[in-house]
Structure formats: structure tokens, C-alpha cells
């Protein structure tokens, strides 16, 4: 169980890690978007509050779809648990939360740096 455990938590770190890479290099993407919409009036904590909006969808979205594969494959591996069933609304409630939170704690540093953007050198290209 500790092997187990610890496999689990490494995939969890590399889920963290993945998810703040993809975000960093798609905010470093939309950067020309972000110094515009801060030229023309946004602040940073809209800005910000706009990435974390996205990915949060999206985040709800893989998870929609986790869960329904989830349950698919559930029946099939129901041998190898012990102690719980297939379809337990708890252990997938817990474990969908779990996920949400992360990939959002994972996401929130790339979106405060979105929301700091300096609108007058991006427009310049620097």
C-alpha cells in the first residue's frame, strides 16, 4: 500500500508540474492579448481571474470526462479493490476534488504572472 501510496502521489506531482507547464507557455502565448486588454482598461486581477476561469473549465470538463471513464472501467477492475466499490460516490468525490484543487493551485502562479503583464512592452514586443 505504501508503494502503492507513493506511486500515487508521484503521479500527482507530475499532473502538478505538467499542468503548470502547459499553462505557463499558453499565458506566455496570449501575453500580446493580456498587454491589450490591460491597455485598454482591464486590471491584473481580471486579467488573472481570466485564466483561472479557463482553466478551470477545462479542468471540470477532463474531469466530466475521467469520471465517465472511470465508471466504464470500473466494473472490469473491480477484483483488484479491496474494500470499496467501483461506483463509490465518496472516493470519486474526494478524488475529482483533489484533482480540481490541484490542477487550480497549479494554475494560479501563471495566472498571477498574466495579471502583471506591463501592457506598453508587450504591445512594443519586448
Do not use: C, W
Not at 496570449?30 to 486579467?47: F, N, T, V
Not at 479491496?82 to 487550480?104: K, W
Not at 502562479?109 to 502583471?116: E, M, N, S
Amino acid at each position: 500500500m505504501r508503494i502503492l501510496g507513493g506511486l500515487g502521489g508521484l503521479a500527482l506531482l507530475l499532473t502538478l508540474v505538467g499542468v503548470y507547464g502547459v499553462v505557463t507557455h499558453a499565458v506566455g502565448r496570449r501575453k500580446q492579448e493580456m498587454g491589450l486588454r490591460m491597455a485598454l482598461g482591464a486590471d491584473g486581477s481580471s486579467i488573472a481571474s481570466m485564466v483561472l476561469r479557463s482553466n478551470a473549465k477545462m479542468a471540470l470538463l477532463g474531469l466530466l470526462i475521467g469520471l465517465a471513464m472511470s465508471l466504464a472501467a470500473g466494473q472490469g477492475l473491480a477484483f483488484l479493490l479491496a474494500g470499496v466499490s467501483p461506483r463509490d460516490p465518496a472516493v470519486l468525490g474526494v478524488v475529482a476534488s483533489l484533482l480540481f484543487a490541484a490542477i487550480l493551485s497549479a494554475s494560479y502562479a501563471p495566472a498571477r504572472r498574466a495579471g502583471r503583464v506591463d501592457p506598453v512592452r508587450t504591445l512594443r514586443g519586448k
